[in-house]
């Protein structure tokens, strides 16, 4: 209690499905005439695990479960239950059973029980006195012990996509048991934007609006979103820490300009009043690294090796002697062709990666380790590359929502533009 009143409980239990029709995504596994729905409907429930990443749905599936069957329903946490309260709960469910009750377990975060703990349900399962339900973010294949997961059927979740959570979104808003008493306004594209952050994580996306909602809700119960209230809440701002003033970030930022202007004179100026006014020669020598890769490239490969060894010269025999080291490699950037190809193809690349649904790995991109890993088709249609003449095949490496991009565009400076000759033959032969 606080000020006499009760703390309302969060916005994603306030609004957390309670039917299967209310329930978002995992249309492949409760679809009409889908095996999980059909368990559900006919309370014919056995044992098994939700797998999945956060979010997803994997608790609120199991409390529909709860709801939905006639049998006693107890949950476990991985993270406060121990091998006593196991065998408390394993002795009620045997007698139970012997009275035509069955028990429901469910176990959040199952890969978190150890070796041990997992053995204690495994008679319990094998004489039925349990069904148990586990949920782990965790590749059960390698955090449930084999004996038990062996007796359990591995139903895997799939992050939601952005229309599903948009839609949870707008459900949230209405919903009586939620801010359907206030007058919330956003726009399509700011729930379209939250629900793009949460990256297939209903709570995460549920929660950004909750705080967007209480940031901006004023005394008479109005909240009017905008894109900067929501940026506030979603976004993360890296502090830049000046050590050593301001005159230290002007020098770093003239030696790394004049080596991009390929001005070898005045980049070993700008050295010389760094490594003479006191700085640390390793970290000139980590912007050198830094440089090597960003302004030059694979327009000259052999920049990042001299950058390396700079480095370590540096750190061997330390200031006065590693400055004429340092020189060396300056001059070298300064006059090494020029490409920043591979800067902005990790740029590209970085903003696909946080501006958009983060897709699986494609199945046949990944290993196969376990016999379930196998079966749920890992693996399946790779093509070894080494096998075909040209040392390359057709096959898709992106997924399916970026397959066409193209990040790295080659220039045509130094060694790059034979780069690019190489990269427009391997397309001709991929039928590009």
């Known amino acids: 209690m606080f ?14 499905p309670l039917t299967l029709d209310d329930f978002a995504g995992q249309r492949h596994l409760l679809g009409k005439g889908k095996v999980l729905r059909n368990l559900i409907d006919t309370d014919n429930i056995s044992s098994m695990i939700f797998w999945g990443p956060p979010g997803v749905g994997k608790t609120t ?11 006693d329903f107890i949950t476990f946490s991985a993270v406060t239950s121990g091998i006593r309260e196991i065998k408390e709960v394993m002795v009620r469910a045997e007698q139970s059973r012997k009275t035509g009750t069955r028990t ?15 053995d204690a349900f495994l008679p319990h399962v094998e004489k039925g006195n349990i069904i148990l339900i586990g949920a782990t973010t965790e590749n059960p294949s390698f955090e449930v012990n084999s004996a038990l997961l062996s007796r359990c059927r591995v139903f895997v979740l799939h992050p939601l996509d952005t229309g599903e959570i948009v839609g949870l979104l707008k459900n949230a808003i209405t919903n009586e048991k939620g801010f359907g008493t206030l007058r919330v306004t956003v726009a399509d ?40 209230s929501i940026e506030q809440c979603i976004g993360k701002k ?25 001005d ?36 000259d490969p052999r920049a990042l090796d001299i950058a390396l060894a700079a480095y370590e010269a540096a750190h061997s025999i330390g200031m006065p002697e590693c400055a004429v080291n340092l020189a060396q490699a300056v001059v070298y950037m300064s006059c090494a062709p020029k490409s920043n190809a591979l800067y902005l ?30 079966e749920l ?43 690019g000759e190489r990269l427009k033959y391997l397309r001709g032969l991929k039928g590009e």
């Open 3 to 16: 000020g006499g009143m009760e703390t309302p409980a969060p916005l994603a239990d306030r609004v957390r």
């Open 61 to 71: 599936l199991a409390m529909i479960i709860a709801a939905a069957t006639k049998a």
């Open 104 to 118: 429901i377990l469910f176990i959040d975060e199952i890969h978190r029980f150890n070796k041990a703990q997992q």
């Open 189 to 228: 594209d700011l729930l379209t934007m939250i629900a793009i952050y949460s990256n297939g994580d209903a709570r995460t996306a549920i929660n950004t609006l909750e705080l967007a909602v209480e940031s901006c809700r004023t005394a008479d119960g109005a909240a009017d979103l905008t894109k900067e």
């Open 238 to 262: 890296a502090l830049l820490y000046d050590k050593n003033g301001e005159e230290h970030y002007n020098l770093i930022s003239a030696l790394h300009k004049s080596m991009r202007n390929s």
């Open 264 to 299: 070898c004179d005045a980049a070993v100026y700008w050295l010389a009043r760094m490594l003479e006014s006191g700085e640390d020669p390793l970290y000139v020598a980590r912007r050198v690294i830094r440089f090597a890769s960003e302004d030059i490239g694979m327009a």
């Open 345 to 374: 193809a990790y740029e590209h690349a970085k903003k696909d990666a946080l501006e958009t649904i983060a897709e699986g790995v494609p199945l046949h991109l990944r290993n196969a380790p376990t016999k379930l890993m196998g």
């Open 377 to 419: 088709g890992y693996g399946k249609g790779y093509r070894y590359a080494h096998d075909f003449k040209e040392k390359t095949t057709d096959m898709q490496c992106l997924p399916d929502n970026l397959k066409d991009r193209r990040y790295y565009v080659p220039t045509e400076e130094g060694v790059e533009k034979r780069v």
